[in-house]
């Protein structure tokens, strides 16, 4: 399997504009994430979903942010608009498991740049 | 999830073995104990996790103490590919599928 994929993996853009990112989970996964990671902040979860129905979206920061999951192999996380504050890189991840196990699989990032 | 504590930083030289510790002294009963690494530019990866007895997989291995409230990773012989940032987090497991990522322990392999 070729893994989580993620793109663009880089984004420059600038403020105001409205920026999407995209993510394929690995076949089969029933589960998947969405990550912001920053130096102040670290690794923050943004919102999870379980076989595409987004079950827990607290940390969504604000509005401006939207994720969807219009099927099991395709997910996209909005920015709109899009601000300096949101420059991170953002990581995809899925997991298989509905037992005990809470293995995640992560992509290799977007590094959004936002001037 | 309850809260871990780890080292900002170890250090370590190219094929001894490293153990990282990682206290977490309000773990819950049902709290599983989970290890993740990210290398530099790349994502997360699982590592290993347990629960109460020790457990070892072809990467690590997981030391539980007896009374959980610590854990040690355990990497027999250390390679230059293991410098990373290790984080210890817990996870309550039943419907909670949240993971949260503290600082971890930035991991130095000298060679």
Redesign the interface.
């Known amino acids: 399997d070729a893994g989580v994929i993620q793109s663009p993996r880089h984004e420059v853009t600038e403020m105001g504009q409205e920026v999407t990112l995209r993510c394929k989970p690995i076949s089969g996964h029933d589960y998947l994430f969405w990550y912001r990671q920053t130096m102040m902040r670290g690794l923050e979860l943004l919102i999870y979903f379980n076989n595409n129905v987004p079950i827990d979206d607290s940390g969504m920061p604000e509005d401006r942010f939207s994720a969807k999951m219009p099927n099991a192999s395709f997910s996209t996380l909005k920015i709109q608009p899009s601000e300096p504050r949101d420059s991170a890189v953002y990581f995809c991840a899925s997991s298989p498991f509905a037992g005990l196990l809470r293995e995640q699989y992560f992509g290799p990032g977007t590094r959004l740049t936002v001037t | 999830d309850a809260k871990t504590t780890q080292p900002n930083s170890m250090e370590s030289n190219e094929e001894e073995p490293v153990h990282l510790p990682c206290n977490h002294s309000t773990i819950s009963g049902t709290d599983?104990i989970?290890w993740?690494r990210?290398l530099p530019s790349?994502?997360?990866?699982?590592v290993i996790?347990g629960l109460t007895s020790n457990v070892n997989n072809r990467m690590a291995s997981l030391a539980i103490a007896e009374d959980r409230k610590s854990s040690t990773l355990i990497l027999h012989r250390a390679t230059l590919r293991d410098a990373a940032v290790y984080?210890c987090i817990l996870?309550s497991?039943g419907s909670n599928?949240?993971?949260?990522?503290?600082?971890g322990t930035l991991l130095t392999v000298n060679p």
Request: positive net charge.
């Open positions: 599983y989970h993740y990210q790349q994502g997360p990866e699982y996790h984080y996870n497991g599928y949240k993971l949260t990522f503290g600082k």
